[in-house]
């Protein structure tokens, strides 16, 4: 439950996007954030992977820890 698989994209030091296992999806923080998540959350196939990362490479540590 307190799980998150958490990935950012950066240009020059800049958050732009993160995809949050909580959301499901892409945030865009910057104007060129906002139209790169927006294409990424189009792409089913994407996000299922990052989704099902949270279950192969998270929780797979948590449980040996």
């Known amino acids: 439950k307190d ?4 990935r950012s994209e950066y240009f020059n030091k800049v ?3 993160r995809f ?4 499901g999806k892409f945030v ?3 104007e ?3 139209k790169q998540a927006d294409y ?7 996000l ?9 490479y998270c929780k797979q540590h948590v449980d040996n820890a």
């Open 3 to 6: 799980i998150e698989y958490i």
């Open 48 to 56: 299922a992977g990052l989704r099902a990362l949270k279950e192969t």
């Open 20 to 23: 949050s296992s909580s959301l």
């Open 28 to 30: 865009g923080y910057t």
């Open 15 to 17: 958050e732009l996007a």
């Open 40 to 46: 990424w959350n189009k792409d089913n196939s994407l």
């Open 32 to 34: 060129d954030g906002l």
